[in-house]
C-alpha cells in the first residue's frame, strides 16, 4: 500500500488554513422561509462537506431541533439571523455530541440571549465564541505537525511494504485518540452543567412554594 504521507499532511494543513466560519454580516437582516433557510446553509458550509451528496441541513432536520426544544418556533413560518446562529451552532455540536448534550448546552444560551435587548445577545455570544478561529487553526496545524512526525517515527522495523501503511495507521490512531479524549472531556462539563441547571431549577420550585 503506498501512501504519500507527505503530501497527505500538505493536503490537510492547506485545507485547515482554509477553515471558516459564517460571519454575523453574511447573515441576511430579513427573516427567512424554510427553502431559504437551507439554502442559504448549503452555500455557506458546502466546503465542509465531506461528499457533494451531503446535506448540510433539511427541512426534517429543522422540525426535529424544534421539536427537541433545540431551536425557537419561526414567527409566521419565518426563520430570523437568530435562528440562524443556532442553526449554525448545532451544525457544529451535532457532530460530537448527542441532542440531550446540544439541549443543555444552548438551554440557557437561548433562554438569556434570544431576542435579548442588551448588548449581549446571540450575535454577540457568536462573535465572542468565533474570534478565536484563527489563533485555534494556527494551533491545530502546529499540533498536526508534530503528531505527524511522532506518527513517522513508528514502525521503524516493520517490513517496507508495510511501513507506510502502519506509520498512517499511527498517526489516525493519534488523532482518534486526541478526539475520544476531547469528546470525553466535553461530555462531563456537559453532565456538569446539566446538575447545575437541575439544582437551580430544582431551587427555584422550591422558593415558589
Do not use: W
Not at 453574511?26 to 439554502?39: E, G, H, R, S
Request: net charge negative.
Amino acid at each position: 500500500m503506498t501512501i504519500n504521507t507527505q503530501d497527505m499532511i500538505g493536503s490537510i494543513l492547506e485545507s485547515i488554513s482554509r477553515i471558516d466560519y459564517i460571519k454575523p454580516e453574511d447573515i441576511p437582516n430579513i427573516n427567512l422561509y424554510m427553502d431559504q433557510v437551507t439554502t442559504f446553509m448549503e452555500e455557506q458550509l458546502a466546503s465542509s462537506k465531506r461528499y457533494p451528496e451531503d446535506k448540510i441541513l433539511t427541512k426534517t432536520m429543522i422540525n426535529n431541533y424544534a421539536k427537541n426544544n433545540l431551536l425557537p418556533s419561526p414567527e409566521k413560518k419565518r426563520y430570523s439571523r437568530e435562528h440562524l446562529l443556532l442553526l449554525i451552532f448545532i451544525y457544529y455540536f451535532k457532530n460530537i455530541l448527542s441532542i440531550n448534550d446540544i439541549q443543555t448546552l444552548l438551554g440557557p444560551i437561548t433562554e438569556k440571549y434570544f431576542r435579548s435587548d442588551s448588548d449581549m445577545d446571540l450575535t454577540a455570544v457568536y462573535n465572542e465564541v468565533f474570534s478565536m478561529e484563527k489563533d485555534q487553526v494556527e494551533l491545530l496545524k502546529e499540533d498536526l505537525v508534530k503528531r505527524y512526525h511522532t506518527a513517522e517515527a513508528t514502525f521503524e522495523s516493520a517490513p517496507e511494504e508495510d511501513r507506510r501503511f502502519l506509520k498512517l495507521f499511527s498517526f489516525i490512531c493519534l488523532l482518534s485518540f486526541d478526539v475520544y479524549t476531547k469528546k470525553m472531556l466535553i461530555e462531563q462539563l456537559v453532565d456538569e452543567l446539566r446538575d447545575e441547571n437541575n439544582e437551580e431549577f430544582t431551587k427555584s420550585k422550591k422558593s415558589k412554594k
